[in-house]
């Protein structure tokens, strides 16, 4: 079992910058490969990006215009988004993911896990 938890959301505004931190409370990332998504009331989640595990190849939706940027570090056992000038359609609830076998096509049901979400809210 693996649980997750995010941190670093919040109010910020456009053009700023924000890291997003996931760290696994109970179980070992490194087996996993990794997954960011976002989203908003009413609307599905958007894949944003995914990294796997031992390759470490790193996947990225286009929905943020090549602006974020996926890491892990699995010493702290934690994946990281790293968001780089942000817009106001940024503002979303933003969610880590853990799978066994990742696609990089960004598939919920290639992730077991799930964290709790982290609201970013971006301002203009």
């Known amino acids: 079992q693996v649980q997750l938890t995010e941190s670093g959301g919040k109010v910020v505004q456009a053009g700023d910058s924000l890291t997003l931190s996931c760290t696994a409370s109970?179980?070992?990332?490194?087996?996993?490969?990794l997954g960011w998504f976002r989203q908003v009331p009413g609307k599905p989640r958007d894949f944003l990006a995914a990294?796997?595990?031992?390759?470490?190849?790193?996947y990225y939706s286009g929905v943020h215009r090549g602006r974020f940027t996926i890491s892990r570090d699995d010493a702290k056992n934690s994946v990281y988004l790293y968001m780089n000038r942000l817009e106001s359609g940024d503002t979303a609830a933003y969610y880590c993911?853990?799978?066994?076998?990742?696609?990089?096509?960004?598939?919920?049901?290639?992730?077991?896990?799930w964290g709790q979400g982290t609201q970013v809210t971006v301002s203009s």
């Open positions: 993911a853990a799978g066994g076998q990742i696609s990089g096509f960004g598939l919920e049901r290639e992730y077991e896990y």
């Open positions: 109970a179980g070992s990332l490194a087996s996993y490969g």
């Open positions: 990294i796997k595990q031992n390759s470490g190849s790193r």
